[in-house]
């Protein structure tokens, strides 16, 4: 995402606000749209399971060699699962 502003960096980190920005905006819309999809009707494990997660802002951190043994979409969806039933 191409921005005119000069980044500016936060005294703990060397990422811009716009990257930051966007991922509070997406942690932000998951969070809606797992609301209405709870407000639906629709059961916890479900609403987690078909919740769109927006993770375009997040790298992999692990290296090319690493066989990441579980799928970053999947880790995501047990913990935000984990966090609302407070089994985390």
């Known amino acids: ?6 980044p ?9 606000l716009s990257d ?3 991922r509070i ?6 969070g809606i749209d797992l609301r209405e999809t ?7 494990r479900a609403a987690v399971s078909e919740v769109m997660l927006y993770t375009d802002q997040f790298e992999d951190s692990y290296p090319e060699w690493h066989p990441a043994p579980d ?5 995501l969806r ?9 089994d985390s």
């Open 38 to 44: 709870l407000g639906n009707g629709a059961g916890l």
């Open 71 to 75: 799928l970053f979409p999947g880790t």
């Open 8 to 16: 500016i960096h936060s005294e703990s980190t060397s990422e811009t």
């Open 1 to 6: 995402m191409a921005t005119s502003n000069p």
């Open 78 to 86: 047990l913990f935000i699962y984990r966090e609302i039933t407070g």
């Open 25 to 30: 905006t997406h942690a932000y819309k998951t």
């Open 20 to 22: 930051r920005a966007c």
